[in-house]
């Protein structure tokens, strides 16, 4: 029992849990790109819904965070509300959903719409980091490929895109290649956000699952895998969206009857929320 | 002048049993090296230790690589000696299915080395690939389709191809022709023929079959457990053998 009175320590994980999971983040970010693997424990969620993530924001939570969680850029969601509900319980932190306030971030599937500033911590919950799983099935054989940066394999899907689609079709979990060495798959966000892997703040993978952690530090280089005659594009709808007329944001289709009526919205709520208030529409 | 290959001595046992022992060859560029033995004589064992698929417990085996020479390549750093099986080696399985990627396109397949080099112009590895398609008798109208929708004579020359791409020096073959009807046989040793002449590629073919050893290759090796028995000039020991187990084995092939 914490000094608190809660039957858990601060942020539900105990000290030498949070311990294990910094020396993985702190090895993780000496590494850009580099798998580490960690204890991972068991969380009171089931595996895909960010147990990795969860473990990594425990870790770096401090009481004088502000936390914002999103799932698929949006605030309110299931996933997103439980857990923002989780830490403001079992650490009292304070929580938030405007992007520009919060110092600790986590994330499903998306990087906010509003630049990431320095001292902010982006967290991703990752459900498979290995870029090469569904090339090469033999983990020791993916291992020995990174260790080797063997990574002409990588190269073969984008063929096989172009050659099936006329385009390379991969439209998130796009492969990037972190500082010249380690290719990395960025979770499954939408090749729309790879661009903003390069970003002033530290961001931090956590796949639960795979008991995996990786991670970028802030201003590393990060591009994406193309060719030379099929550069990298970052890919979204082509529309506004419905509620606040942006035109450069990340957007999700909604339906809105059964009779075929859909528009786009912004899938990043808050970014969505702050135009309106400053008068757009 | 050296030889592209240089084998010394090279032993691999398995517990108490022995996989081969002892053996020692020369390979010299262009040449074509046949080795011939029934089955467990160790034939595949020898081509998967040099091959680096199976680590041998003895022995030394000297590539003359373009950089820097002769190198023994037991002893050759993990990632060197990888990028030399994909650069300037080659290693043609017997079942094809094993040595092709079969969930994705003929195109891609022969483009992995390519990529695993470095080429990263699509345009570019599309060209080369189908002119490889062409060469090994596919229609490269097929490029995109996924190697599982050929026949076995198609996957092993797709295979050929995937290998060839690189234009690799040294190319280790084991038995190519298995598991093929006649006719296919027939028209994949043509073709080998050809690639191997046009190429000036030096080979090392395991095969049971002796007539293969007669079309394709200068010299032969005999092996019977795991040691080699008899080696010489093909037509010499095809039509001399010397020693009993050759003699079995040249008298024991049944005439058409």
Redesign the interface.
Known sequence: MSADGLPWGFAYLDEGTKRMIRRALLKALAVPGLQVPFASREMPMPYGWGTGGVQVTASVLTPDDVLKVIDQGADDTTNAVSIRRFFARTAGVATTTRTAEATVIQTRHRIPETPLREGQILVFQVPIPEPLRFLEPRETETR?MH??A?Y??M???L??D???HGHIATTYAYPVLVEGRYVMDPSPIPKFDNPKLCSEAILLFGAGREARIHALPPHTRVESLA????PFEPARAAGICALCGAADSYLDEVLTDDRGGRIFVCSDTDFCETRRAGGAS | MTPLLEVRNLTRRYGARTGCEGVGFDLWPGEVLGIVGESGSGKTTLLNCLAGLLPPDGGEAWFDTREAGPRDVFRMP??ER?RLA?TDWAFVRQNPRDGL?LN??A??NV???L???GA????A??AEAARWLERVEIDPAR??DRPSTFSGGMQQRLQIARNLVTRPRLVLMDEPTGGLDVSVQARLLDLLRGLVRDLGLAVVIVTHDLAVVRLLAHRVMVMKDGRVVEEGLTDRVLDDPRHPYTQLLVSSVLAA
């Open positions: 020995r260790a080797l063997e002409g394999l190269h073969v899907k063929y096989e172009i050659a099936r060719f030379e005659d099929h | 993990e990632g990888r994909r990627r994705v396109s195109g891609a483009g992995e080395r990529m695993a080099v990263r112009h699509y345009g590895i599309r490029i995109d």
